[in-house]
């Protein structure tokens, strides 16, 4: 639907840091499209493609940073959202101008989360880093740049 969008519209952008923020974007655009749309300033694949160029723009400027910070030349993007090709084209265009090296995954690999989750446990396992069921806990507010990476030398 973002493809067929031709019209943007400006949408909150915060980033802080390598941190982003989407739920004022979404708060925004669910405010503001039904009126929008209603009065024909825009048409849904317009709002679309503004949320996705908005979001996708945040997720390379945190990528860069983080390569900046890295010391790296190269970008590995997975997951759902890595099969998009769009994201794909702009992470190349940033890469590129780095002169860094963009690797997407084939999108056999970038669908289930719950195997790479699973993977990653394997090799914490693996690696002796185990944790008692007592002191397991889920959040929403994970921070990964915070876990001890035990597999890694």
């Not at 067929?4 to 840091?17: A, E, I, Q, W």
């Not at 499209?33 to 908005?54: G, M, N, R, W």
């Not at 390379?60 to 959202?81: F, P």
């Not at 056999?108 to 008692?132: K, L, V």
Request: net charge negative.
């Amino acid at each position: 639907m973002a493809e067929k969008g031709k019209k943007f519209l400006h949408l909150p952008y915060t980033v802080r840091g390598m941190d982003v923020s989407f739920s004022g974007i979404l708060s925004n655009i669910e405010k503001q499209a039904p009126h929008l749309i209603s009065s024909k300033q825009y048409v849904p694949e317009d709002l679309c493609y503004s949320l996705q160029e908005t979001i996708f723009a945040m997720l390379v400027e945190i990528t860069e940073r983080a390569m900046s910070h890295c010391g790296s030349q190269e970008v590995l993007i997975v997951l759902g959202v890595g099969c998009n090709l769009r994201l794909q084209e702009m992470m190349n265009i940033m890469s590129e101008e780095r002169g860094a090296k963009l690797y997407a995954t084939d999108e056999r690999f970038c669908i289930d989360n719950g195997a790479m989750i699973a993977q990653a446990g394997i090799e914490m396992f693996q690696s002796g880093t185990t944790t008692p069921w007592d002191l397991v806990t889920c959040t929403q507010r994970y921070r990964t740049d915070e876990v001890e990476v035990t597999w890694r030398s």
